[in-house]
């Protein structure tokens, strides 16, 4: 449409020229890391280390009701899906950013009727019909606007990234509170097999009271034990209702509407997961990704602000057909190029404050980068710490709980031949059972220090996570990019 002559042509060549010349980008930053941050060689606990697993890491528990709440979490988290709905705005603003790279085609037409009038007996009455193209493309001659649609394009594989930090922190969670779901309900059997025990006791301990063997004493203690565990139940019972709430919100459902558990014993940890070396973070958090790319975006932020520095040279084009009539419309034509350069004179120190800015911004991004990778590295040495530590605390307790069952029955053996008297007997009993409460307690903190090691080393298998409704990834490898509909 533009060659509409030969005079236009030499123009269209100059055009296609400039737009080649637009292709490059001087003020690209340099294809340089973060910046130095000193990384531990390995772990403190786990010197000899090997590669990160990569599947995903519940399934290490073998407990397919666990695998069935965490397939479905990940379907139906609205957490999750609110994090795949933030991805779809930020394509949205690549794929705006990268059409400023195009020209831009609009179209024209209109009619008009003009009417003139001479003496009292004549009248004109004109009609005119007009159709058009305009196109104008800014040259891209200092690179910024492919800088700023880099800089997009960094924002939306952050983004990415952040579905599938969602994801992690999601998994997580639903394993806590299935284990919580799980130790409560052990707790409230547990206290609900020493009730028997001890209404089995005072039983005995009122026929001995009825036969003159015991004081009354003796028979209100362990009244005393029995309501006392009685007052604990329900306190037991709220909290195994707030848990089995928290993991209908974390499936994307309403209260009373989870899945039900019917899992009754506590999956016991196997031996530490690999763990890799803490530069793997890097790649395996994708939390780390994330703030990692939103400081590649801010370069790129530099990269336009200084280019916006330099003179912009846009290019209009119009093609417009006019005639008095329809049927003559293609008889009358008009066709124009035209090229305009524009530069900053003086804007009182505007852009230079703007390349200013988006230098202080990647300078907090960089120490966010930093803070984030160093948070990265703490988690997972309090997490192997804490498991380690867990495990002793476990180890002990039994041990206690197993020398309490030896005293017990002394104090028994004490006090059926007379030696001793109730009380002591019933402080060992009481021992022993809040012993055992506390064994449940710290097995269950002992499976949550192991999930909380798996959220710390991250890992690849989010990398397959694909938006409800859309196929799986077919290998566990892909791009951090991984189901964004967008081309860089």
Request: aromatic content about 6%; overall charge negative; proline content about 6%.
């Amino acid at each position: 449409m533009l060659c509409l002559s030969r005079h236009l042509c030499p123009k269209a060549w100059l055009a296609a020229l400039l737009l080649t010349l637009g292709a490059c980008t001087p003020f690209a930053p340099p294809n340089t890391g973060p910046g130095p941050l000193p990384l531990p060689e390995s772990y403190s606990l786990y010197p000899e280390a090997t590669p990160i697993q990569k599947s995903r890491w519940w399934l290490s528990f073998e407990n397919e009701e666990l695998n069935g709440l965490m397939d479905e979490a990940l379907k139906e988290s609205l957490t999750l899906q609110e994090a795949w709905a933030r991805l779809k705005q930020n394509a949205a603003l690549y794929k705006a950013k990268g059409a400023a790279l195009y020209p831009t085609l609009s179209g024209e037409a209109g009619a008009e009727t003009t009417r003139r009038g001479g003496d009292d007996t004549t009248e004109t009455t004109t009609d005119s019909v007009s159709l058009g193209l305009a196109a104008s493309y800014e040259v891209d001659l200092w690179g910024r606007i492919r800088a700023l649609e880099e800089s997009e394009r960094q924002r939306l594989l952050a983004s990415r990234a952040d579905v599938e930090t969602s994801a992690m922190t999601l998994t997580g969670e639903v394993a806590e509170t299935w284990v919580a779901l799980v130790a409560i309900r052990n707790e409230i059997a547990l206290v609900e097999e020493q009730m028997d025990l001890n209404k089995t006791l005072l039983t005995a301990l009122t026929w001995r009271f009825e036969n003159s063997l015991v004081s009354a004493v003796d028979v209100l203690r362990q009244k005393k034990v029995i309501e006392r565990q009685l007052s604990e139940l329900p306190s037991l019972r709220l909290q195994e209702s707030r848990f089995e709430n928290s993991l209908a919100l974390l499936l994307g459902k309403p209260p009373g509407m989870a899945p039900a558990v019917g899992t009754t014993t506590l999956p016991e940890p196997g031996p530490l997961p690999p763990t890799g070396l803490p530069a793997d973070l890097l790649a395996m958090r994708p939390d780390v990704r994330a703030a990692g790319l939103r400081l590649k975006a801010e370069e790129w932020e530099i990269s336009a602000a200084r280019a916006d520095r330099l003179p912009a040279l846009s290019i209009t084009a119009r093609a417009k057909y006019t005639s008095d009539g329809v049927e003559s419309l293609f008889d009358n034509w008009l066709a124009n190029l035209a090229g305009n350069i524009t530069g900053p004179i003086f804007d009182a120190g505007k852009r230079k404050a703007e390349v200013e800015r988006a230098r202080a911004q990647a300078e907090e991004r960089l120490a966010t980068y930093r803070r984030t990778v160093l948070t990265a590295l703490s988690d997972v040495e309090n997490s192997l710490i804490g498991e380690v530590r867990q495990k002793e605390t476990v180890a002990a307790l039994t041990r206690e709980i197993e020398t309490a069952r030896l005293t017990l029955l002394e104090a028994e053996t004490q006090y059926t031949q007379g030696v001793s008297d109730y009380v002591n007997l019933l402080d060992e009993l009481k021992d022993l059972q809040e012993l055992q409460r506390k064994l449940v307690q710290e097995k269950a903190r002992l499976v949550k220090e192991r999930v909380a090691l798996h959220r710390a080393l991250g890992g690849s298998w989010s990398n397959t996570l694909t938006p409800p409704g859309e196929a799986a990834a077919p290998t566990e490898e892909t791009e951090p990019a991984k189901g964004v509909s967008t081309a860089s």
